[in-house]
């Protein structure tokens, strides 16, 4: 498992470095405002003044839930099955994103509930997907713990496939219940505010969704000091994936683009296995999912975009990419004052 001192301190001094050179550039100071704030993360993250994000990664974890059994998604489960085809097939939103920022894109089967064809897929799946946690624990703590090795493995091939940049995301139907479970106990909340419509159910089918987390809650008795724990006994297997991916891609010092509600719990799972992990990680979107502002703020993080979106599959994540390429654009092509004979204000 990962140390603390596995993943690598910030590079203050490259931060350094940048802040002071987005002065000498063609503009009010701080008149690119986040995007400059961007810039000095990406330097201290890489440890380069002038850092790059190119080619960037797209890991899609796969993988299905024993209790889309109680009736809490709008959609059967065989879904998830059914979009890692189209996914494969290159046609969902997240193959589409992904060819316009000209990412690599792997989708991984961590624990898909149906026999998949095995091309196009990393088939790493640690089972058949997870127990109805109401009834039982969703899994053991070694499967739990495999599901973490296999996300910081897909991380690594990324890496070193030349990719700078991670963008995380997740498919399976359901998973807004794991994750709404595991929140509640990581952030020692009450259930009810944390329960959203996932994939669309009616309103009138909150309640329910709300009483079947309390239920399992309850019966689970997790604890909230033993990420590992919770994970096993509340969590899903591309949960567990994605929170792996973070705790890689921060031990090799890459950027990683969290995407919505689900990838933030496995974001929250993952910082509180490792806090340094939080360094690397850099929020893409607010989702509608009402639990996702409440993960959000457990990590202290304000989203770079705010679209209404709530899909998943790294989506809102591959859209602000182009963010993070502007970012590093900003600095290796703007001009100087000097170089371009423009008068510096006075500011001070
Ligand atoms: O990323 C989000 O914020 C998000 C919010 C709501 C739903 N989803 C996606 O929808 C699925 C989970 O919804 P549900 O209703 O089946 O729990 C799963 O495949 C997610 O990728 C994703
Ligand atoms: C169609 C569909 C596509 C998805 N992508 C991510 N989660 C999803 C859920 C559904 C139902």
């Known amino acids: 498992m990962f140390t603390p001192d596995a993943i690598p301190p910030l590079d203050r001094d490259a931060g350094d470095r940048v802040r002071g050179y987005l002065d000498t550039l063609t503009k009010p100071p701080g008149s690119l405002g986040r995007l400059e704030q961007l810039a000095i993360a990406l330097a201290e993250m890489t440890g380069d003044a002038f850092p790059d994000v190119t080619p960037p990664a797209v890991l899609v974890f796969a993988a299905d839930h024993g209790v889309a059994h109680e009736g809490v998604s ?7 099955a059914q979009m890692v ?4 097939a290159g046609g969902a939103a997240i193959n589409v994103f992904a060819r316009q920022i000209g990412a690599r894109l792997e989708v991984i089967d961590v624990g898909v509930a149906a026999e998949l064809p095995g091309e196009g897929v990393v088939v790493d799946k ?4 997870t127990a109805n946690f109401t009834r039982q624990d969703a899994m053991s703590r070694a499967e739990a713990r495999q599901a973490l090795d ?3 493995r897909a991380a690594n091939r ?3 496939a030349g990719c700078r940049c991670l963008i995380v995301g997740e498919m399976g139907i359901a998973n807004t219940t794991a994750s709404s479970a595991m929140l509640a106990v990581l952030a020692g909340e009450a259930v009810g505010p944390l329960v ?11 309640a329910h969704k709300t009483a079947v987390i309390e239920r399992a809650i309850a019966a689970r008795q997790a604890d909230p000091d033993d990420p590992l724990e919770l994970l096993a006994k509340l969590g899903g297997l591309e949960i567990g994936a994605m929170a792996g991916a973070f705790l890689g891609s921060a031990a090799r010092r890459r950027p990683v683009l969290v995407d919505g509600f689900i990838a933030t719990v496995a974001a929250l799972l ?8 939080r360094d690397y990680l850099i929020f893409a979107h607010r989702s509608c999912e009402p639990g996702h502002e409440v993960a959000l703020s457990a990590l202290a993080a304000t989203p770079l975009l705010d679209l ?12 602000a990419f182009p963010l993070l390429q502007a970012a590093t654009r900003m600095l290796a092509e703007m001009a100087t004052f000097d170089a371009a004979g423009v008068a510096a204000g006075d500011t001070r």
């Open 270 to 277: 993952a910082c509180r296995l490792c806090p340094a992990t």
């Open 158 to 160: 990324a890496i070193d």
């Open 196 to 206: 959203g419509a996932g994939t669309g159910i009616a309103e009138s089918r909150l």
């Open 85 to 88: 085809a189209n996914f494969v």
């Open 126 to 129: 640690v089972r058949a997907g």
């Open 308 to 319: 209404q979106m709530r899909l998943g599959e790294g989506s809102g994540a591959a859209l």
């Open 150 to 152: 296999i996300g910081v």
């Open 74 to 80: 709008a959609f059967p489960q065989h879904v998830t």
